[in-house]
């Protein structure tokens, strides 16, 4: 019997590499870090918005500085010194390089500062919406959850009827029945107008605040209490809350533990968006009151054809409502469980 020999060849093969891995921010932390590079984006597109928009609103602001008697001269002259006269391009671009350094630029109306001259009426107008959120969002969760809690019952039905009445009343509307309430005919214990003067603190004379505040709280409560109740509502059956009540959990752990935190989530985000809405919309509510903010500043720029100062405040607003969605994202993430579950 002979020895049969088998050879095989061996082939060796190069291991196959896997696949390169992406870097990636995960979690919280690339969440935040995506939504920031947004907001970026965003302040950036919102700057060439605005600026077009301003070079096509009409008129001049060298006229209106000068006056109609002003000769063509002078006005040559004047456009020339405010850098009126150049390309749109090389105005955009200095003026989008000063926002970057914290230059809002100089008015064309009285040749100061901006941040000079709308610095006072920021600090009113950021104490108004502070007080009117720290008044609004409190009471608007507590609403929306106690009439989600006690639904299809009387206050269920009568808060739904007054929120609704209220959400579809104009805020000129709503600040002129407080003047008349609690002003001119009918109480007159609080001022009907409120005008700070220049230097002085918005807090320095508390009841200056009370009507505007009021006014702001009856025009956002409305929709924040109805967005919580039909949260609260969908979390109440959901199978989760259903499981925590089989297993015999009181009724208020039930609530403040498994409902309120994932009902909350969607409200900050409507939160988020009537804060920002506060920060321009705060204009209606000051010229009823007199109230010397930045809404009036914005609507007297406006009218004196003050186009850099236009560009500042409306700046100044998106910043606001890039920051407040930015906070609002966050605060939803932290405070819904799944939320976060699902950035691992």
């Not at 020999?5 to 291991?15: A, E, F, M, N």
């Not at 309430?181 to 807090?203: D, E, K, R, Y």
């Amino acid at each position: 019997m002979t020895d049969q020999t088998v050879h095989t060849d061996v082939v060796v093969t190069d291991t196959p590499r896997a696949p390169a891995r992406r870097w990636r921010l995960r979690g919280v932390t690339g969440f935040v870090v995506r939504r920031l590079l947004l907001g970026l984006l965003t302040l950036f597109v919102a700057s060439v918005a605005i600026f077009a928009a301003t070079q096509a609103l009409p008129g001049d602001p060298a006229r209106a500085r000068l006056g109609k008697d002003a000769t063509p001269a002078s006005l040559a002259a004047l456009r020339e010194q405010l850098g009126l006269d150049r390309p749109a391009l090389v105005q955009y671009f200095d003026w989008f390089t000063g926002l970057l350094h914290g230059d809002l630029g100089i008015s064309l109306i009285s040749g100061q500062p901006i941040l000079d001259d709308v610095r006072d009426r920021a600090t009113n107008s950021l104490a108004l919406v502070l007080v009117a959120a720290l008044a609004s969002i409190p009471l608007s969760i507590v609403l929306g959850s106690y009439a989600a809690l006690h639904r299809d019952r009387s206050f269920d039905t009568g808060s739904g009827l007054v929120l609704l009445a209220l959400a579809a009343m104009p805020e000129f509307v709503v600040g002129l029945a407080l003047v008349a309430l609690f002003a001119t005919t009918v109480l007159q214990v609080l001022p009907a107008v409120s005008i700070i003067p220049p230097g002085t603190s918005p807090f320095a004379d508390p009841t200056l605040l009370v009507l505007p505040t009021i006014t702001l709280v009856l025009a956002v409560a409305p929709y924040v209490a109805r967005i919580m109740r039909a949260s609260m509502v969908e979390v109440l059956e959901s199978e989760y809350v259903e499981m925590a009540r089989l297993k015999g959990l009181p009724e208020r752990l039930v609530v403040r533990r498994h409902a309120l935190p994932n009902a909350i989530g969607p409200t900050f985000q409507v939160i988020a968006l009537n804060l920002a809405y506060l920060a321009g919309g705060v204009i209606v509510v000051e010229s009823v009151f007199g109230y010397p903010g930045i809404g009036v500043a914005l609507r007297d720029a406006v009218l004196n054809r003050d186009f850099t100062t236009v560009q500042a405040i409306a700046m100044l607003i998106a910043l606001v409502y890039v920051v407040t969605n930015l906070v609002a994202d966050i605060a939803t993430i932290l405070v819904t469980p799944r939320l976060r579950t699902g950035l691992q």
